[in-house]
C-alpha cells in the first residue's frame, strides 16, 4: 500500500512560515533550518491533512491561533537549544550525555 503523496502535516507549513516571519532563512545554512524544522516539529503533535483548503476552511481561528503559538514556541525552543549546543565545549557536552 502506498500512501498518497498529497499527504503531509500541516504543521510543516507552519514551521516553515515561522522560520520566514523570523527570516532565519536569510542568515543560516540550509543544515541548520533544516535541525531547527526537526526540533520543532518533534515538540508539536502531527496534524495530517491531504489540502491545504481543508485547514483554511474547517479549522476555527481560536484553533490555528493556538497552533501558531505552539510552532512560534517551538521554533524559539529550537533556536536557544542550537545555540546553547553550539556554546558548549565538546568536552562538557560529551561528559553531560
Do not use: G, W
Request: with cysteine; net charge negative.
Amino acid at each position: 500500500m502506498k500512501l498518497d503523496s498529497d499527504i503531509h502535516n500541516y504543521y510543516e507549513h507552519l514551521v516553515l512560515e515561522r522560520i520566514a516571519e523570523l527570516q532565519l532563512d536569510k542568515e543560516n545554512s540550509p543544515d541548520y533550518l533544516a535541525d531547527i524544522c526537526c526540533l520543532a516539529l518533534n515538540q508539536v503533535p502531527p496534524r495530517y491533512i491531504r489540502y491545504e483548503v481543508d485547514m483554511a476552511f474547517y479549522l476555527p481561528q481560536s484553533e490555528r491561533n493556538q497552533m501558531e503559538m505552539n510552532v512560534a514556541h517551538a521554533v524559539d525552543k529550537a533556536i536557544k537549544f542550537l545555540k546553547d549546543t553550539k556554546a558548549k565545549p565538546f568536552e562538557e557536552r560529551s561528559a553531560s550525555e
